[in-house]
């Protein structure tokens, strides 16, 4: 196991950062779309696995397999550029502006949102036949999930929206925990073990995940959750988003960065 400094993976966070500022716009969608879908997938699949086995635990020990899947291919969510994607402005690299960040983020909701839906529409069909029977014990559950996820945060009013945006904090912490793990060494399999402890923590403790709800909350209305789109986007994807940015870049990024790259003089007393 080659294990790299904080020094130096910080430093390639920020190369990292700038290289998704510059990508080609046809690159940075196919990515997100690849992205979405895979996640979504991993998502209906640890559902499964809880459901049939049981136990909730035992799917979220699987589900980070598409996280990893996700990662290795180098596709990207949302949850990661709203960490790394700024640490390219903050370190004032040559080209990188606001505007250049607000487009990526831009870019890679719209091909994630788009990768989560059209797995969410393939799970249906095939859960139902082409929508001639209903989806079951699957279709129930997710249905469940989607209404106490949205209209029962509203019942809450103000504390319930703010309950939504804690747990997107909570959810890119350590979402981004795993971005930056895969980080630390050159070997994947060094690399796999990092991204899997905070993914598969942050799926058990129930967090809040943009990507994984674009994917939960369509295909729960599609199985006959009983919310609106307006619901969806208000009592949780909007809460969820910001939570995920800020959690992601100021209990990650910014940390890492100002303490390993932008340091400050030793202090040392004579």
């Excluded at 073990?193 to 058990?204: D, N, R, S």
């Excluded at 967090?207 to 295909?219: A, D, G, Q, T, W």
Aim: net charge neutral.
């Amino acid at each position: 196991m080659a294990y790299i400094e904080p020094s130096e993976f910080v430093s390639k966070m920020v190369d990292a950062g700038e290289q998704k500022v510059f990508m080609s716009t046809k690159d940075t969608l196919i990515r997100a779309f690849m992205a979405g879908a895979i996640l979504g997938l991993a998502a209906i699949f640890a559902i499964t696995i809880a459901i049939k086995t049981g136990s909730p635990l035992v799917g979220a020990v699987l589900f980070p397999v598409g996280f990893i899947m996700l990662y290795l291919m180098k596709f990207d969510l949302l949850t990661g550029v709203f960490t790394l994607v700024p640490l390219a402005l903050f370190d004032k690299r040559p080209g990188v502006t606001f505007n250049g960040v607000m487009r990526n983020w831009g870019l890679v909701f719209v091909g994630n949102f788009a990768g989560a839906l059209t797995t969410a529409f393939f799970m249906s069909f095939i859960l139902t036949y082409g929508y001639s029977i209903d989806g079951g014990a699957i279709a129930e559950k997710v249905s469940a999930i989607g209404e106490s996820r949205t209209v029962g945060y509203q019942e809450h009013g103000v504390a319930g929206w703010f309950t939504i945006f804690i747990r997107g904090m909570l959810c890119n912490w350590m979402v981004s925990m795993g971005v930056v793990g895969a980080m630390i060494s050159t070997s994947a399999g060094s690399k796999m073990a990092a991204m899997w402890m905070p993914v598969m923590l942050f799926f058990f403790m129930g967090f809040e995940h943009s990507i994984v709800n674009m994917f939960l909350f369509p295909f729960s209305m599609i199985m006959g959750g009983d919310f609106t789109v307006a619901d969806y986007l208000l009592w949780n994807e909007l809460p969820t988003a910001l939570g995920n940015l800020v959690g992601g870049l100021l209990l990650v990024g910014v940390p890492l960065y100002f303490t390993h790259v932008r340091t400050s003089p030793e202090r040392r007393i004579a």
